[in-house]
């Protein structure tokens, strides 16, 4: 019996510990802006992006109707960071000619106080390439899993 329980052990010791993914997801939905992120990093040294993808509507008045819907994807995710309860995602979207050469810049800050699940914060919008820029911001709210 010691064998097997010194065996089990030793197979145990011996098999890779999974790694598990961190995904974070936020959203806002206010009168300028509704939108949704979603990003998962690997949970190893250098926290390599497994995914990302979004969507955003420019609902203020304001905004330019060439952009509409504009859906994003990796290579939307300029730069992120995570650690100690503080999460802050910047994304560039530039929509080229579909977009009437407009580019959009989001970025969000929140903070996750000590034992909540969920992170509160703010967002930053700006929009050039029309007439003029124009920017918005508000608040945010994210989570992780």
């Known amino acids: 019996m010691h064998r097997f329980i010194l ?18 997801f936020c959203s806002a939905d206010d009168k300028n802006v509704r939108f949704t992120i979603e990003s998962g990093f ?6 390599e992006l497994n995914h990302f993808r979004g969507a955003f ?12 819907r504009v859906t994003l994807d990796s290579d ?8 100690n309860g503080e999460l802050r995602l910047e994304v560039l979207y530039d929509g080229g ?15 996750q106080p000590n034992g909540a699940t969920a992170f509160q914060g703010v967002y930053d919008i700006a929009v050039y390439g029309g007439e003029k820029p124009i920017a918005f911001n508000g608040k945010v709210s994210c989570g992780a899993k």
Request: hydrophobic share 40%; aromatic share 6%; no cysteine.
């Open 97 to 111: 000619k579909a977009a009437g050469g407009q580019s959009v810049n989001l970025t969000v800050s929140a903070e």
């Open 42 to 47: 690997k949970d190893e040294p250098g926290h």
């Open 76 to 83: 939307s995710l300029s730069n992120r960071w995570s650690h």
């Open 57 to 68: 509507i420019l609902k203020n008045e304001t905004a330019p109707q060439p952009l509409g």
């Open 7 to 24: 065996a089990f052990a030793a197979l145990l010791g011996a098999t890779e510990v999974a790694q598990a993914n961190s995904r974070f």
